[in-house]
């Protein structure tokens, strides 16, 4: 499976920005798909995740509420709507395949830079 994750940039602290996750390869769908995210000097973090087959999603706690994920099965893409962005959102956010309950990724994208100005 090989992801290919975009959009993001830098925004200000209460701004929204969209990441979008591209999933190919053999049989993505057969995979849940998550993203987690990483800040300068901190180990890598849990933000959202959703199961291609049901309709189950789960959210980290520091972004619960303001974080929504969503898929596309028929262009397998998973996005992460992020709302009320605030600086301490500064990550590399990536995203990842693997099984339910994404506690830990399979198959790793590329990382894409959020950056969230005060």
């Known amino acids: 499976v090989q992801l290919q994750a975009s959009g993001g940039g830098l925004v200000q602290a209460g701004d929204s920005l969209r990441l979008s996750c591209a999933a190919s390869?053999?049989?993505?769908?057969?995979?849940?798909v998550g993203w987690f995210r990483q800040a300068p000097g901190k180990e890598r973090e849990f933000a959202a995740a959703?199961?291609?087959?049901?309709?189950?999603?789960r959210y980290g706690d520091s972004v619960k509420g303001r974080f929504t994920i969503s898929r596309d099965n028929a262009k397998n893409t998973v996005d992460l709507q992020m709302n009320s962005l605030k600086p301490e959102d500064t990550a590399v956010y990536y995203c990842?395949?693997?099984?339910?309950?994404?506690?830990?990724?399979?198959?790793w994208g590329q990382g894409t830079q959020v950056t969230v100005s005060a």
């Open positions: 390869g053999r049989n993505p769908s057969a995979y849940a």
């Open positions: 959703i199961n291609w087959r049901v309709s189950q999603v």
């Open positions: 990842a395949a693997g099984p339910w309950p994404m506690t830990r990724g399979t198959y």
